[in-house]
């Protein structure tokens, strides 16, 4: 089984703009997650799709929104940059097939904002 | 709302010790319960994963507890080594029908040589 991928895997960008950050999922699995972590934090659920739609948000503003397609990789796009922004963004991937598997993380995208 | 904690944020012990890492959450209306490691910078690993109807999971030198109607977790790390030196997260999920984990703030392990 392939893993989950992300990326890129650091970047960084100035108060304002806007980023997108992509996720692919590992082999088998059509349910895609985003997560922040900030420094020394544990992460914080952003929200869940499952078949292309979103299927789930935590208590991020709509600055914050993200897609999956087809093959059920996954973006998550950021809209007018703030510093608090910067953090590791953080994709999870599962399938409700194979839930006694849990979730499975990939090795993130560390954002700066400048 | 569930909150979850891991107590101590820190710790550090000598190289062949055991490790006791603690959570507790406080709604025992969990579908499962999962174990990650972060090494400094990267993405999570995953350890275990006790469903709800179990008492523990044993992989290794790693076992883990749950106690779902005390709300506690704990993860024990037998013979610690050197290279076990990371955060340790626990994570729970709702009931079935529930999409989001709920994470701990992490345990920060250090085993000194």
């Known amino acids: 089984e392939t893993g989950v991928t992300q990326s890129p895997t650091h970047l960084i960008k100035t108060r304002g703009q806007q980023v997108t950050l992509r996720c692919s999922s590992q082999s088998g699995h059509n349910t895609v997650s985003w997560y922040q972590q900030a420094l020394g934090q544990g992460p914080q659920f952003i929200f869940q799709?499952?078949?292309?739609?979103?299927?789930g948000r935590g208590n991020f503003p709509p600055r914050f929104s993200g897609l999956q397609f087809p093959n059920y990789s996954s973006e998550l796009n950021v809209n007018a940059l703030e510093l608090d922004d910067s953090a590791l963004y953080l994709c999870?991937?599962?399938?409700?097939?194979?839930?006694?598997?849990?979730?499975?993380f990939g090795s993130g995208t560390r954002l700066t904002v400048v | 709302k569930q909150e979850v904690t891991q107590i101590p944020a820190a710790l550090s012990v000598p190289e062949g010790e055991n490790l006791v890492l603690n959570c507790s959450f406080t709604d025992s209306a969990i579908y499962n319960l999962q174990w990650f490691r972060q090494d400094p910078g990267k993405g999570l690993t995953s350890l275990l994963l006790i469903q709800s109807s179990q008492r523990e999971q044993t992989s290794g030198r790693l076992n883990a507890s749950l106690d779902k109607s005390s709300g506690r977790s704990t993860l024990y790390i037998a013979a610690s080594q050197p290279g076990d030196s990371a955060t340790y997260l626990c994570?729970?999920?709702?009931?079935?029908?529930?999409?989001?984990?709920?994470f701990g703030g992490g345990t920060r392990v250090l085993v000194k040589p």
């Open positions: 999870a991937s599962s399938s409700p097939d194979r839930e006694s598997r849990g979730y499975t």
């Open positions: 799709y499952y078949r292309e739609e979103e299927n």
């Open positions: 994570a729970v999920r709702p009931g079935a029908a529930g999409n989001k984990l709920t």
